[in-house]
C-alpha cells in the first residue's frame, strides 16, 4: 500500500451553543493516499467544507484527529500549525483570496519569500508561466478578470510544491468556459507535480475526474 498523505479518525465538528447546536460533522473517518484526487460531494450543509477547512487546519476539530504526513495537526498549537500548513498545504479558495496591493507576481512570490525558498523569483515567473499569465505579472488583482484570478491563485497554492492541495469550490465564481478551462490547468499541474488534491464540489462533472468521490450525508461518509 502506498505512503498514505491523510488520515482522519472519528473526526467531530459542531457549531452553536446548548439546545441550537448543530452537529455538523459526525464522527467521520478517512484515509487519503499520496498522489491521490479526491472530490468530496453532498448536499449544502453536509459537511463537505467544513470538513475541508479542518483537513487545511483553518479550523478546529471538537474531537477526532488529523494526521497529515504522519504530523497530528489536531494536536499542534496556532504557531506549528500555520508554521506547518505554509510549508506543506495549498489552498485555492472559491473567492480567489489574492491580496488586492499585490500584483500578480507578487501574490505567487509571497509563500516563497515567506518560507525563504531559494530562487524565489524564478520559481514564481516559472509559476505565473505555467499558468498563461507571464503577460500579466505586475497587474494588480483588480486589474485581472476572475479566470486570471484563479489562475494566480492556483499558482500561488502550487509555489511551495505542496504535498497536498485544497481546493474550495474552486470553479464557483467562474463561468461555465472559463471554469472549465481553469480546471483543466488544475488537473494537468496536479498530474505533473503528484501533488495530493482534495477537492469540495457541488458540480459532479469535475467530481468525475478525479480518482475518488467521498460523499458526505448528514455530516458523515454516505
Known sequence: MSELTVVVENLRKGYGPGD???????????????GETVALVGKSGSGKSTLLSL?????????????????????MDEGELTQFRAANMGIVFQQFHLVSTLTALEN???????????????????????????H?????????????SQRVAIARALAI?????FADEPSG????????????LLFR???????????VTHDPEL????????????????
Open 20 to 34: 441550537a447546536r448543530v452537529e455538523v460533522l459526525r464522527g467521520v473517518s478517512l484515509q487519503i493516499q499520496k
Open 55 to 75: 483537513l487545511a487546519g483553518l479550523d478546529q476539530a471538537d474531537a477526532g484527529t488529523i494526521t497529515i504526513a504522519n504530523r497530528n495537526i489536531t494536536s
Open 108 to 134: 505567487v512570490l509571497l509563500p516563497l519569500e515567506l518560507l525563504r525558498r531559494p530562487r524565489a523569483s524564478e520559481t514564481a515567473r516559472s509559476l505565473l508561466e505555467a499558468v498563461g499569465l507571464s
Open 136 to 148: 500579466r505579472s505586475h497587474h494588480l488583482p483588480s486589474q485581472l478578470s476572475g479566470g486570471e
Open 161 to 165: 510544491n505542496p504535498s497536498i492541495l
Open 173 to 184: 465564481n467562474l463561468d461555465e468556459e472559463t471554469g472549465e478551462k481553469v480546471m483543466d
Open 189 to 199: 499541474m496536479v498530474e505533473a507535480t503528484g501533488t495530493t488534491l482534495v477537492l
Open 207 to 222: 467530481a468525475r475526474r478525479c480518482g475518488r468521490v467521498v460523499h458526505l450525508e448528514h455530516g458523515g461518509l454516505a
